[in-house]
């Protein structure tokens, strides 16, 4: 008889064989019907069914039987009821079946359907699955077209490309199925929900290369299960590697509070749940904005203690979110493409990738990954490893394309060589090692009332550097609308070579590092700031910086900036470098701020140039009246002559030999100019008191001899009395002249004591 193709529709009655006449050689004698295995020696514990069509209902329903079932290239009229039973083992190879019940099964040995087909068909009148009273059905027991809820099987669970279609019902019900091995379904076909919540298994559970299929709900629930070993989603292995197939789902993959001793791989899985269509649990028909009611996968709370592969050219449509997840290894996204519809209103509901409060043992690895649409949202994350997303393409524009504020990362975080549509948003994260996001380009930020940048780093605490640099000069970090770092620490770096920053319309500011704190600046950039740049507060030791710096066409705010020491030190013998620097503070500067100028010249007091020290502070000082002069409009003139006579004698204080000159120049020429005038009061000896080439005062001053340079020097010293002015008559010009020489000797003292007093207070 020709081999029974099982999946051609009804044979013809020559494959026909009747429960009743297979199972009538398990009855024993005398049992009143009760199925029981009757013992022959010469038979071994198997009955094996081939190329037969079973008419009527196989009933095993409670049966407590020492045998192993096997059916092969079978067809069944009815689905096969082994509820309540107690078998060896159960077999189906190549067979066709409307349905297995299976509830509470007892099974010593494995459970395999291998190559099968599980149909229920709409007109059958097997819909349901469960106990039946009557015409009425057990409340809480869903149809299923293979139900082995609260089964028990010793061996394993076998579904190797067996097809289940039941899309109006649930593909396979197994609540708290007990596995002590394996459950293998590689290729397996499911049109319906596979419902696996709260099941044991001791080994793997694999669905590499299954197709699983509910559009409108779950297409895989395994809420609360443990697995034993590891849940294996992937390309099965099967046949010429052109043939292989990855998993794929269509519906959402529910697994949260799972735990799982070994790994999660879904490498190269499909996965896609229906956006923006029916939400499948009431609970998630919500405004909680973080909520994500369109998942393609729900991992909440689930515990792996190996890794979890979600990688290599993995598909997802719909939210992979996995928020207070515990993985005892690493999780890899490398390579994977996440793809959601972009919100229109708020909630927006368009987290591509969701992870908050979870913790990663391991690394974070998320190279290449693609997100064409939606956000990376990682809050209150804990990776003890790295942070691995080099060469991403992630698109969120206008919103947050990553947020993970307050992120603790171990190791190093690296964001390098990706291109980002929307706002990096870091805030407060914590960072063992460095922060690299080195040839990074950021645009379309989104624009709040605020705080607008495409990098923000706020209150960021790193242990080492934060590189924000060129991976070359054919690609430089760039952020479009600026980098905000206020707050931030480096326990060593922050390093800005090469980068090219920009800033939104909104607030105009290109860098805003106010109060940020590292070993060393290194703000060499690759093109001056579009925008202003804030170093408010900022303190670091070494200091490196670059004409294109300097240039940001919206100025730098210096005010308390401190650095210590320049990376590139000015000689002493180079006044162009401190003319220079000197330039670029007055130019990047929007108005007169005399801090900057101080620290400058404490730098570099403290590398023992003190020449160069006191420039900057001459310049300042003549910044500071051209300054006051524009303030006070009427007076500016009086304020600007009363500079340049500062300037040009003592040089505010900061130039005591200029003051010194000044002083001898005034003495050799009032010398001259009174030894070798001749006043004309000498001529009336009747009128005047003559002693000598002059005048007296008085009758008590004729004894006193006249000595031109005595007398010039008592006029320019304006404290203290040599004996000589006062004592000496002056009129007609000789009178202003020597008016003159003390009002300039007033102009010499107080400019002096000013700048002495400027000394003592920089010296204190």
Request: aromatic content about 8%; some cysteine.
């Amino acid at each position: 008889m020709p081999t029974l193709d099982p999946f051609k529709g009804v044979p013809d009655r020559r494959y026909h064989l009747t429960a009743d006449e297979l199972l009538k050689p398990l009855l024993e004698p005398g049992s009143g019907g009760l199925l029981r295995w009757r013992r022959q020696a010469s038979n071994a514990p198997i009955v094996a069914v081939e190329n037969a069509y079973i008419t009527g209902r196989l009933d095993l329903r409670g049966a407590d039987l020492d045998c192993l079932f096997r059916f092969e290239n079978c067809r069944f009229e009815y689905p096969p009821d082994v509820r309540e039973a107690k078998i060896l083992g159960l077999v189906f190879r190549r067979c066709w079946l409307p349905g297995l019940k299976a509830r509470n099964l007892r099974s010593r040995n494995d459970v395999r359907l291998i190559r099968c087909v599980v149909q229920v068909l709409p007109d059958s009148g097997e819909d349901e699955t469960a106990v039946q009273r009557g015409d009425t059905r057990e409340r809480g027991v869903p149809d299923a077209a293979i139900n082995l809820t609260d089964a028990v099987v010793e061996g394993s669970v076998v579904l190797t490309r067996t097809e289940v279609d039941y899309p109006q019902g649930r593909a396979i019900q197994a609540d708290r199925l007990i596995i002590a091995g394996a459950l293998l379904a590689y290729r397996m076909r499911a049109e319906g929900e596979v419902r696996l919540p709260g099941m044991r298994t001791g080994g793997n559970v694999n669905f590499s290369g299954a197709r699983l299929n509910n559009r409108d709900g779950f297409a895989l629930d395994g809420n609360g299960a443990h697995i034993g070993g590891s849940l294996l989603c992937e390309v099965d292995n099967y046949g010429a590697t052109s043939s292989r197939r990855p998993f794929s789902a269509r519906g959402v993959l529910h697994l949260p509070s799972i735990r799982v001793n070994g790994d999660i791989v879904l490498r190269a899985a499909e996965l896609q749940s229906e956006q923006r269509g029916r939400i499948v649990v009431e609970a998630w028909k919500s405004s909680d904005p973080y909520v994500d009611p369109w998942p393609a996968l729900v991992g909440d709370r689930w515990q792996v203690d190996g890794n979890v592969e979600l990688s290599d050219g993995l598909a997802a449509t719909g939210t992979l979110r996995m928020i207070n997840g515990r993985i005892g290894g690493t999780l890899r996204l490398a390579r994977a493409r996440i793809t959601v519809p972009r919100g229109t209103v708020e909630p927006f509901y368009d987290r591509a990738l969701h992870l908050d409060g979870s913790q990663i043992n391991g690394d974070l690895e998320a190279t290449g990954l693609s997100i064409p649409s939606g956000q990376l949202r990682m809050a209150d994350v804990t990776v003890r490893g790295n942070m691995l997303a080099g060469r991403t393409e992630l698109s969120h524009a206008k919103r947050d394309v990553v947020s993970a504020r307050r992120m603790k990362v171990g190791g190093n975080f690296h964001l390098h060589g990706a291109t980002i549509e929307g706002t990096l948003r870091l805030q407060g994260i914590e960072v063992g090692g460095s922060v690299y996001l080195y040839g990074t380009d950021v645009t379309k930020p989104a624009v709040r009332n605020k705080t607008s940048f495409s990098v923000d780093l706020r209150t960021v605490r790193v242990g080492r550097d934060i590189s924000l640099t060129g991976a070359g000069k054919q690609q430089p970090f760039h952020a479009e609308g600026g980098v905000n770092m206020d707050g931030a620490s480096s326990g060593r770096r922050i390093d800005f070579t090469g980068a090219v920053l920009g800033a939104s319309n909104k607030h105009a500011i290109a860098l805003d590092a106010s109060d940020v704190s590292a070993d060393e600046f290194l703000l060499n950039f690759g093109k001056a700031a579009t925008g202003r740049i804030v170093l408010r507060h900022a303190h670091c030791q070494t200091l490196e910086d670059n004409t294109e710096f300097w240039d940001a066409d919206g100025g730098i705010e210096l005010e308390d900036f401190r650095y210590d020491v320049l990376k590139r030190p000015i000689d002493m013998k180079d006044d162009a470098a401190v003319a220079d620097r000197i330039r670029r503070l007055r130019t990047a500067m929007a108005g007169y701020r005399p801090g900057p100028y101080d620290q400058l010249a404490a730098m570099l007091r403290n590398s023992g140039n003190e020449e160069h020290a006191s420039t900057v502070l001459f310049k300042k000082q003549e910044y500071r009246y051209e300054a006051l002069a524009a303030g006070y409009r009427v007076l500016g003139p009086g304020v600007r002559l009363w500079s340049w006579l500062q300037r040009w004698m003592v040089g505010y204080g900061y130039r005591p030999v200029r003051a010194l000159a000044w002083l001898i120049m005034l003495l050799a020429a009032g010398s001259i100019y009174f030894g070798t005038a001749t006043d004309s009061c000498t001529s009336d000896p009747v009128r005047y008191m003559v002693s000598g080439p002059r005048c007296a005062v008085d009758q008590q001053e004729t004894g006193l001899e006249w000595n031109p340079v005595l007398y010039t020097a008592d006029l320019l010293v304006p404290i203290v009395d040599f004996g000589n002015k006062g004592r000496w008559y002056m009129h007609d010009l000789d009178k202003w002249v020597s008016n003159g020489f003390t009002a300039m000797g007033w102009i010499l003292a107080t400019t002096v004591a000013a700048g002495a007093g400027r000394m003592i207070r920089r010296e204190s």
